[in-house]
């Protein structure tokens, strides 16, 4: 809940530390920001990039196809290293994902760390009412990331950034000096059953490199976890895998069941994606 989270947030109008009121938030300097009712909080400004961030259908698209447990092995994944690498420094910790999408990714972290606490921050408030359900000690917030983060600075003890934009400069600004900065990226063969067929958008082959330049002046790479499992989806689930991700945009559904159409019940899909773990310079 916010409640849980609300002394690692800070006002994206004047920076200053917020508290919970009955009727959402307010901080020091009395600026006020309204709850939803689905227990979301938008701390957007007008300084934001105006990009909406995935829409409903995207965001449902992805809920269901995550809630089959395909991207499971991601979870296990990110969980467990985040596990090792929090525990390390022993006390409950405070974690933010930035393009959290629904929490998929945070509720699985925290259901490995116990006592610690998230909070959940995307531009789409569609994502945002979702990851507000996500886990019991999470909280949702909408911002975008690159307008800055409302978080208190050095207040985050891990941040999470799973298949999302990242801002380094405001990844380190929130990150304490002894955190740790987790990074999935998808592998240049991930997916490829369906890259080809369908024009999804694909994965630079230097991803990896691309990824370590933009970090570059804020965060040193120190370990590397690659993953390869395998899918089995069937018609209906390919179909919000398109979905939910960014061909969604550009790639029509009667194109994705025209190719369907000649295809098996189930269709055998690469997933491949690296973790990299990431210390503050």
């Known amino acids: 809940m916010l409640s849980d989270v609300v002394d690692v947030l800070a006002c994206p109008h004047c920076g200053r530390a917020c508290s919970a009121v009955p009727s959402g938030l307010r901080c020091e300097e009395g600026h006020h920001f309204d709850v939803a009712r689905q227990g979301y909080v938008s ?5 934001h990039s105006g990009h909406g961030g995935d829409t409903a259908a995207m965001v449902a698209d992805r809920a269901d196809f995550l809630a089959a447990g395909h991207y499971a092995p991601i979870r296990d994944l990110v969980a467990a290293t985040a596990a090792t690498a929090v525990e390390s420094g022993g006390g409950p910790a405070r974690v933010v994902e930035v393009g959290a999408g629904t929490g998929y990714y945070l509720a699985g972290v ?4 116990s006592r610690s606490r998230g ?5 789409s408030r569609y994502a945002a009412r979702r990851a507000a359900r996500c886990h019991p000690r999470a909280g949702a917030v909408v911002a975008d990331a690159w307008a800055g983060l409302p ?3 050095h207040a985050v003890d891990l941040v999470l950034n799973v298949f999302a934009p990242r801002n380094p400069v405001e990844m380190r600004r929130v990150l304490a000096a002894d955190g740790v900065l987790l990074v999935v990226t998808p592998e240049d063969h991930h997916l490829a059953e369906l890259v080809g067929p369908l024009g999804l958008v694909g994965v630079d082959t230097r991803k990896r490199e691309r990824v370590d330049d933009q970090l570059g002046a804020h965060f040193r790479p120190v370990e590397r976890r690659p993953l390869e499992f395998g899918l089995v989806l069937d018609h209906a689930e390919v179909r919000r895998l398109v979905g939910m991700g960014p061909s969604a945009h550009h790639v029509q559904g009667v194109e994705v069941s025209s190719w369907l159409a000649g ?4 269709v055998s899909v690469t997933g491949a994606v690296e973790l990299s773990v990431y210390r503050p310079r």
């Open 263 to 266: 295809q098996p019940e189930v």
């Open 119 to 123: 909070v959940a921050v995307d531009v």
């Open 151 to 153: 978080v208190r600075d």
């Open 43 to 47: 701390l957007l400004t007008g300084r």
């Open 110 to 113: 925290l259901d490995r760390l």
